[in-house]
């Protein structure tokens, strides 16, 4: 079964919501216990009884009951989407309150939608008073906007760049883009994004979708009735259990618009995700193409005066921070400050002139899409200049400047993100409703202490109410995986690419394990690197990311017993292989943060300014997610077997070792190379 810990329950002054709370009996009703409803939904599915998932479904009933927030650690295997459907159905049915469940990947949100909830509603629809009803519902942007599409700008792109309009491949194709949408518009039931195949880039999309912002408004659109995005609000309004994703959820808790519907009770799926998914929503930031395209779109309907200025300060800001040296950003220089003050004060005088009353539906259209570019641009620069008014640690933002390559240009950006995003979720998501966050990897170092702090529940006096469980996995990892540590290699060097002594590991395991690798490396040059390498020294084919789509290469990795695959993040959160394809999962280096991480170097020194050590909080806390999250590729179901092999000695060396290894699943662990191909020989052959 694995590990199983409790982390015993914070109590505070207050529920998280103030609605009375009933006993697990009541909660239940007529539906009978929730363990029963388990049974029948595994029985007609035709699963079998897993220890860990009636755990953590009783667990989660009793927080829906109590108000107490849970946080879950659920082993790959342990069926954590029916031990929290189950409960979720049954509360929303016998009290016609809905149940959010937000995930970070569409995969989930899909195999949720299309698979798991309508087998679940038909299999307990005898023991339940009512069929339960389900729904998925995204952001307005990614559904088809019929207003934009027949009053809008639907054949003016005005997303690009400068350089990519006058690219006559570039717009040909987006032409083509576009007529293939609208006609699509004709034919789709839903006007969802995902509905559409093959699919198209995000700048053919924009020209027929709006943001939440950019909408004219039901009552104002003469497409208000028909408006994809508004039926699936009226869906999802009337569902039992409503599926969602995090950025959605980050917006309705952050804005005080109502996004999603009203709910006491939430799931959130992939919550390792949670933090970073929130804090990308709370990230703004300035670019030349955003600046431009506020311009652009307003200046037609101000007087030239006002656009001029918007433009000259566009491009003077534009100008400075293409040459400014990336990075982080602790002191702002009067220039910059001169020149951000400057934007600001345009955008918003050009905001202001703007009439946004008229009631012609293409005049609202194009003066709601203009007025809200000029306000990211007018809030991004205040908040930026605001930013620097504290000091250094007392500041809740970080600013840093990237510069990206664009296709051989430099796309400058620069940015603000909020230090942290723990008190926002605490006071706006977690004070509003009951949360089971739930994962295959939430302890960090053996604890849940890192992640509930990230997420706002530990820490400030300890006034949430709160636990966490580790309800273990059905797989023995120790007769299962082998954690190989090649203790004998030197450390990584600085330069990102693997050592002469780490590349021949690398070979030697590759041959003893047959092909059937998957290699998660640290930076995507180093995966190329590794791969052009290993094509001259393996007689196994090797595929690297970046070849193909990602969803090709592991399609070609799983069909392939022989082949390997190289790769760096996408890969080792993203990847689902059973089965003998994948018997090996190198890891090149532990995956700590860049020495030259804005946020994440931010948030240690913040750390260090309270007396914590941000190395550990931070970097290592990073570092030991994301390994959980590699290692957990090795074992997909019950009969898998393999090697987790880390190819960097500081794991069995380093003074945080023991941290990082913690984390991991309970691996026989070895740091004998011989040992290690030998068993990699013996599954190949058997």
């Not at 529940?457 to 190989?484: C, M, N, Q, T």
Request: net charge negative.
């Amino acid at each position: 079964m694995g590990r199983s810990q409790t982390v015993p329950g914070r109590t505070g002054d207050t529920h998280p919501h103030d609605r009375p709370r009933e006993s697990l009996g009541a909660a239940t009703g007529e539906t009978g216990d929730v363990t029963e409803l388990l049974a029948k939904a595994v029985t007609a599915l035709g699963g079998a009884e897993r220890p860990g998932q009636i755990q953590m479904a009783e667990a989660v009933a009793h927080a829906f009951d109590t108000g107490e927030h849970l946080a879950v650690q659920a082993g790959t295997g342990t069926g954590k989407s029916l031990a929290y459907l189950v409960p979720a159905i049954a509360r929303a049915v016998d009290t016609d309150e809905p149940v959010v469940i937000s995930t970070a990947t569409i995969a989930l949100q899909r195999q949720l939608v299309d698979r798991d909830l309508p087998r679940l509603a038909e299999s307990l629809t005898d023991a339940l008073p009512r069929s339960p009803k389900f729904a998925l519902l995204k952001g307005r942007g990614n559904y088809l906007c019929l207003n934009k599409i027949h009053n809008g700008s639907a054949t003016e792109p005005d997303e690009q760049s400068q350089e990519e309009l006058f690219e006559p491949v570039a717009t040909s194709a987006l032409g083509r883009d576009v007529q293939r949408l609208i006609a699509w518009s004709s034919d789709t039931e839903t006007g969802d994004r995902d509905e559409l195949t093959p699919g198209v880039p995000d700048r053919s999309w924009s020209q027929v979708s709006v943001s939440a912002r950019e909408c004219i408004g039901m009552a104002r659109c003469p497409f208000g009735t028909d408006c994809f995005a508004e039926k699936a609000r009226d869906k999802a309004g009337q569902a039992d259990v409503v599926v969602t994703n995090h950025a959605l959820l980050a917006i309705d808790a952050v804005s005080d618009a109502a996004v999603l519907p009203e709910h006491h009770l939430l799931v959130v799926d992939e919550a390792h995700e949670l933090v970073d998914r929130v804090t990308g929503v709370a990230t703004a930031e300035l670019s030349a193409t955003s600046m431009g395209v506020a311009h652009r779109r307003s200046a037609r309907l101000v007087d030239q005066e006002l656009a001029q200025r918007l433009e000259a300060a566009t491009a003077i800001l534009s100008s400075v921070i293409h040459d400014a040296t990336p990075g982080r950003i602790d002191t702002l220089d009067d220039e910059m400050a001169t020149y951000l003050t400057a934007l600001r004060d345009a955008a918003h005088r050009v905001r202001s002139a703007i009439d946004t009353s008229p009631s012609d539906p293409k005049a609202a259209a194009a003066r709601a899409e203009a007025v809200t570019a000029l306000t990211d641009v007018g809030d991004t620069a205040s908040r930026i200049l605001d930013s620097f008014v504290p000091a250094i640690t007392d500041r809740s933002d970080v600013v840093w400047l990237d510069h990206e390559d664009n296709r051989g240009n430099v796309r400058a950006v620069l940015r603000v993100a909020p230090l942290s995003v723990s008190g926002l979720l605490r006071t706006r998501l977690f004070e509003n409703a009951t949360a089971v966050l739930t994962s295959a990897t939430l302890t960090v170092g053996g604890t849940f202490d890192a992640m509930a702090s990230a997420w706002g529940l530990a820490g400030e006096g300890d006034k949430v109410r709160w636990r966490g469980i580790d309800v273990g996995s059905p797989f023995e990892h120790a007769k299962s995986g082998i954690l190989y540590v090649a203790a004998h290699l030197p450390p990584p060097g600085r330069d990102g690419t693997g050592s002469a002594e780490q590349l021949d590991e690398i070979a030697a395991l590759i041959a003893a394990a047959g092909g059937r690798t998957l290699g998660l490396f640290s930076s995507m040059r180093a995966a190329k690197a590794a791969a052009e390498i290993m094509r001259e020294r393996v007689d196994t084919p090797i595929l690297c990311q970046g070849e193909d789509t990602t969803s090709a290469l592991v399609k070609q990795f799983a069909d392939d017993a022989e082949t390997s695959l190289f790769g760096t993040l996408s890969l080792w959160q993203g990847v689902d292989v059973p089965g003998p394809s994948l018997s090996l999962v190198l890891i090149d280096r532990i995956p700590f943060p860049r020495p030259d991480d804005p946020l994440l170097t931010a948030r240690q020194r913040a750390v260090a300014a309270r007396g914590g050590n941000g190395f550990m909080a931070v970097a290592a806390s990073h570092a030991a997610l994301l390994l959980a999250q590699g290692a957990g590729r090795l074992l997909r179901r019950i009969d898998d077997r393999g090697v987790v092999a880390v190819l960097d000695s500081r794991m069995a060396t380093a003074r945080y070792s023991g941290f990082l290894r913690a984390s991991l699943p309970p691996f026989w662990a070895t740091t004998d190379p011989v040992r290690v191909r030998q068993a990699l020989e013996r599954l190949r052959g058997g």
